[in-house]
C-alpha cells in the first residue's frame, strides 16, 4: 500500500459537499424548536382577545416521563419501543392569567437524517422545492402556512365591441370542504370560486378595478350603450348569453348586465377581470344586477353558493362566508412575505397575492418552458414538511377559536380546543402521508448513496410511497435539463426515478439556506448544453 499515492489521489480528487453528504436534513433539524414558535408567533394575531403565547421550555426528563405516563381513560400506559422525540411545553396566557403548560412532542435525528419512530426505522430527505412560486404546466402553487394554495385557470367568452373576447379567468379552491361534508348535499351552483371573486367580495367591483387594475368601470343594462359610451372612448361587454353547465335550472334567462370599461384600461389583465365578472352573472343572471355590484354583501352571497351545499339559508351562507373571509385575512404572514419576496413577489395579503397571480399568471406559465424541469432556483428544505402536521393543528387550532368567538370564550373552552386541535403526538404522524420520509435500507455504514443524497421533489411530498408510485412520468417536469448533470445524480438512480432528480450530487453547491447555487465555472457549458436538448 503506497499511502504517498493515496495522498496524492486525495489531494487532486473533488471533494464532497459535507453539509450535503453528512446529511443536510440534520443541520436544518436543529432549528426544530424555533421553526415551531416562530409558527405560533405568526399565528398569534388570530388568537382571540386576551389570548397570548409566552415562551417555549424544553421538558426534563422527569416532566416528560410524568406527561407520557398520565392517565388517559383510566388506563396508564407507556411505549416501550423507541422513539425519536422530545417533550416541549408552551406557555399561553388568557387575561392575564398563565394557563397550564401545552406539550408537544417535537422530533430529533441522527447525523444521516434517521430517525425512529415506534420502533422502526426511517430516513428524512430533504424536499427539493422553489422558494414559494411554483409553475406547472398550467397552474401556480404557492404555499402559505395556513394553506397550500393551486391557481388554475379557465376560459369564459364575452361580447367586447360585439365581438367574441376570450377572458382568462384565475381562480382556486381556497375553501376545503371534507369528503364527508362534499357529499352530504348538493351545491346550488357548480362553478369555480375565481380571484377576482373574492376581490369583489372584499372590495366590491368598482373599487377593485381602480384599486388593482387601474381601470375606470361602469356597469348598468340598456344605459350602457355606444350614445353613452363612444367607441373611441370606451368598450363595452355583454354576456355571450349562454348558459353555463354548472346551472342546473331548467329555464334560463341570461343575464342583461352590461359593462363599459375605458379603452386604453382594456388589456389582457382586465380582460380577465371582466371574464370573471361575466362567469359569475352569467351563473347567477337573475342575482347581479348593476345597483347592487358595489355592495360586498352580494358577492359573498354568491360566493357561498359556490361553495356550500342548496339547503343552507342565506343568512348562514353570509355568516359562513364572513368567517372564510377573516380567516383569509391572516393568511399572508411574515414567513410567508418573506418566502414572497425571495422570487419577487412584494404583497401585504391574500388580496394583493390574488391579484399578482391574476396579473402574471400568463407570463408564468408561457415563460417557464424548460424551467419547470429545472433543478436551478430551488431550495433544499425540510422543516415545513415535516413539521406539517403540528403547523397545521396550530392554525385549525386558530380556525376553532374563530369559529367559536361570536359567542365569546372561557378559559375551559380555549384549553379544550388546544388539547383537541394540537395533539401532544402529532409528531408520530410522519410515517404516514409524508413523501419526505421513507424506511431505511442500507447494508454498510456508507450513508451517501441512498440515505443523505435522497431528495424528494416537490410534487412528491404530499403522501407517501403509493403517491410516488403514481407520479406522472410523462409531463414537462419529467423532461431532460442540463441542471440534472449538475444538481442531480445520473450515475447513482432508483429505479422509481430514472431522469436522476431523486438523488442529489454529492459535490453540488448550497447555500446556508439550503439554496442550490450554481457553479460560475459550470454555467456557460450547461446553458449550451440546454439550449442544443430544447425542443424547437
Sequence with gaps: ????????????????????????????????????????????????????????????????????????????TYELSRSDVYLM??????????????????????????????????GISPV??????????????????????????????YYADGARETGHVVWSAVYHTSKRKRGASRKTIDAR???VHYLFCKYGLTRTFAEFANADVRVGVDDINDENYPAADWVICTSLQLKPRG???????????????????????????????????????????????????????????????????????????????????????????EWLRDDSVFVDDIYGLFMHVIETFATRVTQAGSDVASMHGKRLTILRYILSDIISGIFNMTFAFQRNAKKGLTKVEIVNI?????????????????????????????MVYKITTNVVLQANSSGGTRARAKAATIDASKLCHSSIAEVGSYTNLPKSEPSGRQ??????????????????????????IQRAIEPL
Design 1 to 76: 500500500m503506497d499511502m504517498r499515492l493515496f495522498g496524492y489521489i486525495e489531494q487532486h480528487s473533488p471533494k464532497f459537499n459535507t453539509i450535503v453528504a453528512g446529511g443536510l436534513v440534520a443541520k436544518q433539524m436543529q432549528f426544530v424548536e424555533q421553526y415551531i414558535e416562530r409558527i405560533i408567533r405568526c399565528a398569534e394575531p388570530s388568537f382571540p382577545p386576551g389570548f397570548k403565547f409566552i415562551r417555549s421550555i424544553r421538558c426534563t426528563p422527569q416532566e416528560e416521563f410524568q406527561v407520557v405516563t398520565a392517565k388517559r381513560n383510566n388506563r396508564q
Design 89 to 122: 411545553k408552551y406557555m399561553f396566557e388568557f387575561q392575564g392569567e398563565e394557563l397550564r403548560p401545552h406539550y408537544l412532542l417535537l422530533p430529533y435525528v441522527s447525523p444521516a437524517g434517521l430517525i425512529q419512530i415506534r420502533g422502526s426505522l426511517f
Design 128 to 157: 427539493l422545492a422553489d422558494h414559494a412560486v411554483s409553475v406547472g404546466v398550467d397552474s401556480i402553487f404557492i404555499p402559505v402556512n395556513k394553506d397550500k394554495l393551486t391557481f388554475k385557470r379557465l376560459v369564459h367568452h
Design 193 to 195: 370560486t375565481s380571484n
Design 247 to 337: 346551472v342546473r335550472e331548467r329555464f334560463y334567462q341570461a343575464s342583461p348586465v352590461r359593462l363599459a370599461i375605458r379603452r386604453e384600461h382594456f388589456n389582457a389583465t382586465t380582460s380577465g377581470m371582466i371574464g370573471a365578472f361575466f362567469y359569475i352573472a352569467d351563473h347567477f343572471p337573475d342575482r347581479v344586477f348593476p345597483e347592487h355590484v358595489n355592495d360586498e354583501s352580494l358577492w359573498k352571497i354568491l360566493l357561498g353558493h359556490m361553495i356550500f351545499a342548496a339547503d343552507e339559508s342565506e343568512g348562514k351562507i353570509l355568516l359562513k362566508v364572513d368567517d372564510h373571509m377573516q380567516s383569509l385575512d391572516s393568511y399572508i404572514d411574515g414567513m410567508v412575505k
Design 418 to 446: 388546544m388539547k383537541g386541535e394540537l395533539k401532544t403526538e402529532l409528531i408520530y404522524r410522519i410515517n404516514r402521508e409524508h413523501g419526505e420520509v421513507a424506511s431505511v435500507s442500507n447494508p454498510g455504514d456508507n
Design 503 to 528: 438523488r442529489i450530487n454529492p459535490f453540488v453547491r448550497v447555500s446556508p439556506d439550503g439554496s442550490i447555487e450554481r457553479d460560475p465555472a459550470k454555467v456557460e457549458l450547461l446553458d449550451r
